[in-house]
């Protein structure tokens, strides 16, 4: 019998008026009697539109078929099938514009729970099935270099891992896990849900280099002289962008990137970490992505007393999650919509003591599907803040480009590839950020699947037969 | 894990440590610069390298105790490990062509300016150094420089030892005297580095300084290494650090400097005995 409730099985919270101190993970996830309950919910569809709606093509309904019966492990196959980070994706995907936006029972209600039971499987086998024993695919004596340990480096990883390659990831940071460990907070997604999923791509005998940058220590072609039969690039988006206003330059401005790193990666919160970060009172977020609400509740958790997000459209078309907006309304954040920066103010020893903005209004509809915003003259006003953190987007880093001969971009710093993710050079392929600019998780991860199976293809024909000649 | 071969207390604050990393050691130019992160809470803190052996894939830093992390940093010894340690960073200095230069290093940026000399010493350059130092007591690596160098010139700001005097005295002296530079190397305190490049201006003899901004991922990711240079917003980890010194706006580099100076003093109760570090040696 399907669950007929309109609504999604609640998930549990912390509760928002204390959770806004520390830095707890705010959702707790199903019980198993929540999950079965919420899969019930499904219909089974024929046409399956869920999992055209997924990066990377979870078999959605059989997975969601296995938990209402309760082969919760069964369902985890399923799951990691085709998607190498389960928890990570079951937390931080935006599933209400992907897998959920075309759930039939959407048309009518709420749709089926799909990343919360994502999320469920995960941790349920992460809880209880800690010694599985990996099936690993016999080597097949080809090496494949990934440059990136971010979410599209992982999953191109995982996939040729599973398909018998020797996998090396380089790494520039200490930590692997990119954007998921330097950007995405703990409160949303726990760092240990990332180590223990790079963990399992260990186990399936990826090896992962951390400390080298790549385009410094080695370039793309050194690479290839080591023997690297091909490299893919996942090097994200991490080149932070300023706005270019009078003042950016200010002691207390801060780029996202910078902020949420020395939070996140470095552990700033804690005391007894050695990274310092600024203790703030009031604080002006700028932006409207999940980047920016990660930023705005991470100052809130560090003491703020006051936490503006300043964004100039308005609230319909802020980028971020649904989730991440109620979560960081319920925990004190003020909106400040249809306001735009024009200048940071700074006191006489160069610190931050004041943001000015001018009021917005929507005008027509521009290019990007959203109405234009204009600034309403003399309406400007100043906020007394700190800190300022821009969050604006980010670019591609140029570093690997600049450092490697042949390999296009565009006049976005993106690098060019064609739909099975090659670039303009032989035997380079790239996806995620590096090539999109700053998008999702889940992209990233879907470019490197396809890299993975180019790749794949690439070595299969091209060199193996070149060997063979 | 980078183990540490070789220690010296080169004086009472300054700490030289060659630590094995060959494949940095491999790669390192002159100019380029390491980020090191001493254990599991610390910080990741950029450090320009001052020496490297391909062959015995080692990397040489000298430092100066500034704050937590250059404390623990200089309190390790040989046979001890740093955790984490990664590099060659930042553009190497274009040196190519240059037959007559100044390289004027202050205090523990000396260490930084040795590759430089070096490098161009070797290649056959014409190479006076002009070293400056607070008193005798702190002054580093005369032999080194004299090793390397057509002429050693050593000043001290209360005549202690060598020349009294600043370094900017000295470089004014030797181009008046007619020391037709095709290039001066400034590495040192901030103001040093500013009074150099304004001292160098109204000759036209190109001058380029090595920053060393606040940074953490030395990739141009995070973006706090930002610096004006030419009214334009430069990041040193990735354009930089080497800038044209008579286009770097120091003043606001040093004020973007200062961010952590205060908390850190008072959050980490550590006493240091050269308040503002670096910018005092």
Same mark, same amino acid.
């Given at each position: 019998?399907?669950?007929?409730?309109?609504?999604? =099985?609640?998930?549990?919270?912390?509760?928002?008026?204390?959770?806004?101190?520390?830095?707890?993970?705010?959702?707790?996830?199903?019980?198993?009697?929540?999950?079965?309950?919420?899969?019930?919910?499904?219909?089974?569809?024929?046409?399956?539109?869920?999992?055209?709606?997924?990066?990377?093509?979870?078999?959605?309904?059989?997975?969601?078929? /296995?938990?209402?019966?309760?082969?919760?492990?069964?369902?985890?196959?399923?799951?990691?099938?085709?998607?190498?980070?389960? &928890?990570?994706?079951?937390?931080?995907? +935006?599933?209400?514009? /992907?897998?959920?936006?075309?759930?039939?029972?959407?048309?009518?209600?709420?749709? =089926?729970?799909?990343?919360?039971?994502?999320?469920?499987?995960?941790?349920?086998?992460?809880?209880?099935? /800690?010694?599985?024993?990996?099936?690993?695919?016999?080597?097949?004596?080809?090496?494949?270099?990934?440059?990136?340990?971010?979410?599209?480096?992982?999953?191109?990883?995982?996939?040729?891992?599973?398909?018998?390659?020797?996998?090396?990831?380089?790494?520039?940071?200490?930590?692997?896990?990119?954007?998921?460990?330097?950007?995405? +907070?703990?409160?949303?997604?726990?760092?240990?849900?990332? $180590?223990?999923?790079?963990?399992?791509?260990?186990?399936?005998?990826?090896?992962?280099?951390?400390?080298?940058?790549?385009?410094?220590?080695?370039?793309?072609?050194?690479?290839?002289?080591?023997?690297?039969?091909?490299?893919?690039?996942?090097?994200?988006?991490?080149?932070?962008?300023?706005?270019?206003?009078?003042?950016?330059?200010?002691?207390?401005?801060?780029?996202?990137?910078?902020?949420?790193?020395?939070?996140?990666?470095?552990?700033?919160?804690?005391?007894?970490?050695?990274?310092?970060?600024?203790?703030?009172?009031?604080?002006? =977020?700028?932006?409207?992505?999940?980047?920016?609400?990660?930023?705005?509740?991470?100052?809130?958790?560090?003491?703020?007393?006051?936490?503006?997000?300043?964004?100039?459209?308005?609230?319909?078309?802020?980028? $971020?999650?649904?989730?991440?907006?109620?979560?960081?309304?319920?925990?004190?954040?003020?909106?400040?919509?249809?306001?735009?920066?024009?200048?940071?103010?700074?006191?006489?020893?160069?610190?931050?003591?004041?943001?000015?903005?001018?009021?917005?209004?929507?005008?027509?509809?521009?290019?990007?599907?959203?109405?234009?915003?204009?600034?309403?003259?003399?309406?400007?006003?100043?906020?007394?803040?700190?800190?300022?953190?821009?969050?604006?987007?980010?670019?591609?880093?140029?570093?690997?480009?600049?450092?490697?001969?042949?390999?296009?971009?565009?006049?976005?710093?993106?690098?060019?590839?064609?739909?099975?993710?090659?670039?303009?050079?032989?035997?380079?392929?790239?996806?995620?950020?590096?090539?999109?600019? $700053? &998008?999702?998780?889940?992209?990233?991860?879907?470019?490197?699947?396809?890299? &993975?199976? $180019?790749?794949?293809?690439?070595?299969?024909?091209?060199?193996?037969?070149?060997?063979?000649? | 894990?980078?183990?540490?071969?070789?220690?010296?207390?080169?004086?009472?604050?300054?700490?030289?440590?060659?630590?094995?990393?060959?494949?940095?050691?491999?790669?390192?130019?002159?100019?380029?610069?390491?980020?090191?992160?001493?254990?599991?809470?610390?910080?990741?803190?950029?450090?320009?390298?001052?020496?490297?052996?391909?062959?015995?894939?080692?990397?040489?830093?000298?430092?100066?105790?500034?704050?937590?992390?250059?404390?623990?940093?200089?309190?390790?010894?040989?046979?001890?490990?740093?955790?984490?340690?990664?590099?060659?960073?930042?553009?190497?200095?274009?040196?190519?062509?240059?037959?007559?230069?100044?390289?004027?290093?202050?205090?523990?940026?000396?260490?930084?300016?040795?590759?430089?000399?070096?490098?161009?010493?070797?290649?056959?350059?014409?190479?006076?150094?002009?070293?400056?130092?607070?008193?005798?007591?702190?002054?580093?690596?005369?032999?080194?420089?004299?090793?390397?160098?057509?002429?050693?010139?050593?000043?001290?700001?209360?005549?202690?030892?060598?020349?009294?005097?600043?370094?900017?005295?000295?470089?004014?002296?030797?181009?008046?005297?007619?020391?037709?530079?095709?290039?001066?190397?400034?590495?040192?305190?901030?103001?040093?580095?500013?009074?150099?490049?304004?001292?160098?201006?109204?000759?036209?003899?190109?001058?380029?300084?090595?920053?060393?901004?606040?940074?953490?991922?030395?990739?141009?990711?995070?973006?706090?290494?930002?610096?004006?240079?030419?009214?334009?917003?430069?990041?040193?980890?990735?354009?930089?650090?080497?800038?044209?010194?008579?286009?770097?706006?120091?003043?606001?580099?040093?004020?973007?400097?200062?961010?952590?100076?205060?908390?850190?003093?008072?959050?980490?109760?550590?006493?240091?005995?050269?308040?503002?570090?670096?910018?005092?040696?």
């Amino acid at each position: 019998m399907p669950n007929i409730s309109l609504k999604k =099985v609640k998930m549990p919270e912390l509760v928002s008026t204390t959770r806004n101190t520390n830095y707890e993970e705010v959702s707790l996830g199903y019980s198993p009697e929540m999950a079965m309950e919420e899969a019930l919910r499904c219909l089974n569809c024929k046409h399956k539109p869920c999992v055209s709606g997924c990066p990377v093509g979870v078999n959605i309904p059989e997975f969601i078929q /296995q938990v209402a019966s309760g082969d919760f492990l069964d369902a985890y196959d399923t799951i990691t099938g085709t998607n190498a980070l389960p &928890a990570v994706c079951g937390r931080v995907c +935006p599933q209400e514009s /992907q897998c959920e936006e075309v759930c039939v029972r959407a048309i009518k209600g709420e749709s =089926v729970g799909i990343g919360r039971l994502e999320r469920f499987v995960a941790d349920y086998k992460m809880n209880t099935d /800690q010694d599985y024993e990996i099936k690993n695919k016999s080597k097949n004596g080809h090496k494949v270099a990934i440059v990136g340990s971010g979410p599209s480096g992982l999953s191109c990883a995982g996939d040729l891992a599973r398909l018998g390659y020797d996998v090396t990831i380089f790494e520039a940071f200490h930590t692997p896990g990119g954007v998921l460990v330097y950007g995405i +907070p703990e409160f949303r997604l726990p760092k240990q849900i990332v $180590a223990d999923e790079i963990e399992r791509l260990k186990e399936l005998g990826v090896e992962i280099k951390t400390n080298m940058v790549i385009g410094r220590v080695l370039s793309i072609d050194e690479l290839i002289e080591m023997g690297y039969e091909s490299i893919y690039v996942g090097t994200g988006a991490g080149l932070p962008r300023f706005m270019g206003i009078e003042g950016e330059e200010l002691v207390g401005v801060y780029s996202a990137n910078e902020y949420l790193t020395r939070i996140n990666l470095m552990k700033a919160y804690i005391e007894y970490y050695d990274t310092p970060i600024r203790k703030s009172k009031s604080v002006a =977020v700028i932006g409207g992505g999940n980047v920016a609400m990660d930023a705005a509740r991470s100052a809130k958790r560090l003491g703020a007393e006051h936490v503006f997000i300043i964004y100039r459209r308005n609230r319909e078309q802020m980028p $971020a999650r649904l989730e991440e907006i109620h979560h960081a309304e319920e925990e004190g954040i003020t909106f400040k919509v249809l306001n735009n920066p024009v200048k940071i103010l700074g006191d006489e020893n160069g610190q931050v003591r004041a943001l000015e903005c001018i009021k917005m209004e929507l005008g027509e509809v521009d290019a990007s599907g959203r109405p234009r915003p204009r600034a309403i003259e003399e309406s400007n006003f100043e906020i007394e803040v700190d800190t300022v953190i821009v969050s604006i987007g980010s670019s591609p880093n140029p570093l690997i480009k600049s450092t490697t001969d042949g390999l296009e971009t565009n006049n976005r710093g993106c690098l060019i590839v064609d739909e099975k993710m090659a670039t303009t050079k032989e035997g380079v392929y790239a996806g995620g950020d590096a090539v999109t600019g $700053a &998008a999702t998780v889940i992209n990233a991860m879907g470019a490197g699947k396809v890299a &993975a199976k $180019a790749i794949d293809e690439y070595i299969m024909s091209t060199i193996v037969n070149k060997k063979a000649i | 894990m980078y183990k540490i071969l070789n220690k010296q207390n080169l004086n009472q604050y300054i700490t030289l440590l060659e630590v094995y990393a060959p494949f940095i050691a491999k790669k390192a130019k002159p100019g380029q610069f390491i980020i090191f992160r001493v254990d599991e809470k610390g910080e990741r803190v950029p450090l320009t390298i001052a020496d490297f052996d391909r062959e015995k894939g080692s990397i040489t830093i000298i430092f100066q105790v500034v704050g937590r992390s250059t404390e623990l940093l200089a309190n390790l010894d040989v046979g001890d490990y740093i955790l984490d340690f990664v590099g060659p960073l930042g553009i190497p200095t274009h040196l190519d062509g240059v037959k007559k230069v100044a390289v004027v290093g202050g205090g523990v940026g000396c260490a930084i300016a040795y590759p430089q000399a070096k490098a161009l010493f070797n290649s056959g350059a014409s190479v006076d150094v002009i070293a400056g130092f607070r008193n005798k007591d702190i002054v580093i690596l005369e032999e080194e420089f004299n090793a390397v160098s057509s002429r050693l010139f050593i000043c001290t700001d209360d005549g202690s030892y060598k020349e009294k005097g600043l370094v900017t005295d000295v470089l004014k002296r030797l181009i008046d005297e007619g020391n037709d530079y095709d290039l001066v190397i400034a590495i040192g305190p901030i103001p040093m580095m500013k009074y150099v490049s304004l001292t160098t201006k109204p000759y036209g003899i190109k001058t380029i300084v090595s920053l060393n901004p606040i940074m953490i991922d030395g990739t141009g990711m995070c973006g706090g290494c930002r610096v004006k240079v030419d009214q334009e917003t430069k990041f040193a980890c990735v354009d930089g650090p080497d800038f044209d010194g008579h286009v770097v706006d120091f003043d606001e580099l040093m004020m973007r400097n200062s961010t952590y100076k205060k908390q850190e003093m008072l959050d980490k109760k550590h006493n240091c005995r050269l308040v503002g570090g670096i910018q005092n040696a």
